[in-house]
């Protein structure tokens, strides 16, 4: 390599050195602001995420973030400043002294400058100013993560969320578990829970969140217990339609289907949208399919709906409704006592009292209307008197009595206007004599 292209190749590297010197420091330089303020507002972002006991992995994700902006945003800023190689040789001759010679060079006018040593191009490095920004703001990051925080900074959040909201989501899971309602019905009663529980902490144990929170736990209550007897009253109505039939009067019977009927309809119109297995099970209890089910396919039914009712009323909690088993065959005993034929009648007639047995009474009489008309006496008056007045009130009636207005019918005739029949008495007597004007003015001065 000859003396001018090492001339050349040197001078250039030295021009491209001082380019990427000039253009670092306007970066650096409009970069500090956002340092100084990210390291603040990053401070204080950390201790209240960490007061929010949140996970840590969002906030890097957001530092990071915010760090990439300030970079973009501070380069941006500072390529307006940007200085060429061709730039930085005018700066390096004119600091050197060199009389434009590397700009006469770099146009191809003249040779270039002889190789220096160390040439510098008099811009030298303010390192503290540089470092500063860049280690105050790591260190009120660093300082933001590990300082410890008092039992007084970290706000009271509750110990466990409400129990109703744990005891609704058991139900909910159960009643899934058991098929007895569809997974999207599931999903839609949790997600009124869920909205609950996204409040903020502090507002769990408020009295607007426990009212919602006890509104839809009585709510869901009384839904499923309106199922459980609905389930229940079908399952009686069916066992007694299947194994107690014989001894139903005609108008038992319709009434079993009737109700077997109403509780099908109310479980088919729930609130709570229940299982298509379940659905379609109770589809076959129409009171027209019945008598075409054999012996197996009733048991089957009864079963399931026995099952359905004790378990959506345990979650229910209302103990004592269905019971443990031991009261179902004296409920299914009164309400065959209530539906069987009558001694000694055709099926259906049922005009005379039920026989009942030892332990049930004679049963109930039927209300009839019969052809005797009974006399119970009302139309008998009778006094009532009380002669002790010491507890009589004002407005206390002692007595009544049948009377007439005394009437003046003496026939006077016609009388004139205007015309009395007598002179009158006392003073008015007096005012009707005529007086004369000094008569008046003494009565005036006395009677005024």
Same mark, same amino acid.
């Given at each position: 390599?000859?003396?001018? +292209?090492?001339?050349?190749?040197?001078?250039?590297?030295?021009?491209?050195?001082?380019?990427? @010197?000039?253009?670092?420091?306007?970066?650096?330089?409009?970069?500090?602001?956002?340092?100084?303020?990210?390291?603040?507002?990053?401070?204080?972002?950390?201790?209240? *995420?960490?007061?929010?006991?949140?996970?840590?992995?969002?906030?890097?994700?957001?530092?990071?973030?915010?760090?990439?902006?300030?970079?973009?945003?501070?380069?941006?800023?500072?390529?307006?400043?940007?200085?060429?190689?061709?730039?930085?040789?005018?700066?390096?001759?004119?600091?050197?002294?060199?009389?434009?010679?590397?700009?006469?060079? &770099?146009?191809?006018?003249?040779? =270039?400058?002889?190789?220096?040593? +160390?040439?510098?191009?008099? =811009?030298?490095?303010?390192?503290?100013?540089?470092?500063?920004?860049?280690?105050?703001?790591?260190?009120?990051?660093?300082?933001?993560? =590990?300082?410890?925080?008092?039992?007084?900074?970290?706000?009271?959040?509750?110990?466990?969320?409400?129990?109703? *909201? /744990? &005891?609704?989501?058991?139900?909910?899971?159960?009643?899934?578990?058991?098929?007895?309602?569809?997974?999207?019905? @599931?999903?839609?009663?949790?997600?009124?829970?869920?909205?609950?529980?996204?409040?903020?902490?502090?507002?769990?144990?408020?009295?607007?969140?426990?009212?919602?929170?006890?509104?839809? @736990?009585?709510?869901?209550?009384?839904?499923?217990?309106?199922?459980?007897?609905?389930?229940?009253?079908?399952?009686?109505?069916?066992?007694?339609?299947?194994?107690?039939?014989?001894?139903?009067?005609?108008?038992?019977?319709?009434?079993?289907?009737?109700?077997?009927?109403?509780?099908? @309809?109310?479980?088919?119109?729930?609130?709570?949208?229940?299982?298509?297995?379940?659905?379609?099970?109770?589809?076959?209890?129409? !009171?027209?399919?019945?008598?075409?089910?054999?012996?197996?396919?009733?048991?089957?039914?009864?079963?399931?709906?026995?099952?359905?009712?004790?378990?959506?009323?345990?979650?229910?909690?209302?103990?004592?409704?269905?019971?443990?088993?031991?009261?179902?065959?004296?409920?299914?005993?009164?309400?065959?006592? &209530?539906?069987?034929?009558?001694?000694?009648?055709?099926?259906?007639?049922?005009?005379?009292?039920? +026989?009942?047995?030892?332990?049930?009474? !004679?049963?109930? +009489?039927?209300?009839?209307?019969?052809?005797?008309?009974?006399?119970?006496?009302?139309?008998?008056?009778?006094?009532?008197?009380?002669?002790?007045?010491?507890?009589? /009130?004002?407005?206390?009636?002692?007595?009544?009595?049948?009377?007439?207005?005394?009437?003046?019918?003496?026939?006077?005739?016609?009388?004139?206007?205007?015309?009395?029949?007598?002179?009158?008495?006392?003073?008015?007597?007096?005012?009707?004599?005529?007086?004369?004007?000094?008569?008046?003015?003494?009565?005036?001065?006395?009677?005024?």
């Amino acid at each position: 390599m000859d003396e001018h +292209a090492a001339r050349l190749i040197h001078w250039q590297q030295q021009a491209k050195l001082t380019a990427r @010197k000039v253009n670092l420091g306007w970066f650096l330089a409009c970069l500090t602001p956002s340092l100084i303020m990210g390291g603040i507002l990053g401070f204080i972002a950390i201790l209240w *995420w960490r007061t929010q006991d949140q996970n840590e992995v969002p906030l890097l994700s957001g530092l990071l973030l915010a760090l990439a902006l300030a970079l973009f945003t501070a380069f941006w800023r500072a390529r307006a400043h940007f200085i060429t190689p061709t730039q930085a040789l005018i700066r390096l001759e004119s600091h050197l002294h060199l009389h434009n010679a590397l700009s006469v060079a &770099q146009a191809g006018h003249g040779p =270039w400058p002889a190789i220096q040593a +160390a040439p510098t191009d008099g =811009w030298k490095w303010h390192w503290f100013h540089i470092t500063t920004p860049w280690l105050s703001s790591a260190a009120c990051l660093a300082l933001a993560f =590990w300082m410890p925080l008092s039992h007084e900074v970290l706000p009271s959040l509750p110990a466990m969320q409400p129990q109703a *909201w /744990q &005891q609704m989501d058991e139900w909910l899971q159960k009643l899934e578990e058991e098929k007895l309602i569809t997974p999207e019905e @599931k999903e839609e009663q949790a997600a009124k829970v869920t909205n609950l529980r996204d409040q903020p902490p502090d507002q769990w144990f408020s009295h607007d969140s426990l009212h919602a929170t006890d509104t839809l @736990k009585e709510q869901l209550q009384r839904d499923l217990a309106e199922i459980a007897q609905n389930l229940k009253t079908a399952e009686r109505s069916l066992n007694a339609l299947q194994n107690h039939a014989d001894k139903l009067s005609q108008a038992g019977k319709e009434q079993l289907l009737k109700d077997l009927d109403e509780a099908v @309809k109310g479980l088919q119109s729930s609130a709570l949208e229940l299982n298509p297995a379940l659905l379609k099970e109770l589809a076959q209890m129409d !009171p027209k399919n019945i008598p075409s089910l054999s012996k197996n396919q009733l048991d089957q039914l009864r079963e399931t709906l026995k099952k359905g009712a004790k378990e959506s009323q345990g979650l229910s909690q209302n103990p004592g409704f269905l019971g443990d088993g031991e009261g179902e065959d004296d409920e299914l005993a009164e309400m065959l006592n &209530q539906f069987k034929q009558s001694p000694g009648t055709g099926e259906g007639e049922g005009e005379s009292p039920g +026989a009942g047995d030892v332990s049930r009474g !004679p049963g109930t +009489a039927p209300l009839t209307l019969a052809n005797e008309e009974n006399d119970f006496g009302t139309e008998k008056n009778e006094a009532v008197s009380n002669s002790d007045l010491s507890r009589a /009130q004002l407005s206390s009636v002692l007595g009544i009595k049948d009377g007439k207005h005394e009437v003046d019918k003496t026939y006077a005739g016609p009388i004139a206007a205007g015309q009395a029949q007598h002179q009158g008495l006392g003073g008015e007597q007096v005012w009707r004599e005529t007086l004369t004007p000094e008569e008046k003015a003494v009565l005036k001065r006395v009677f005024k």
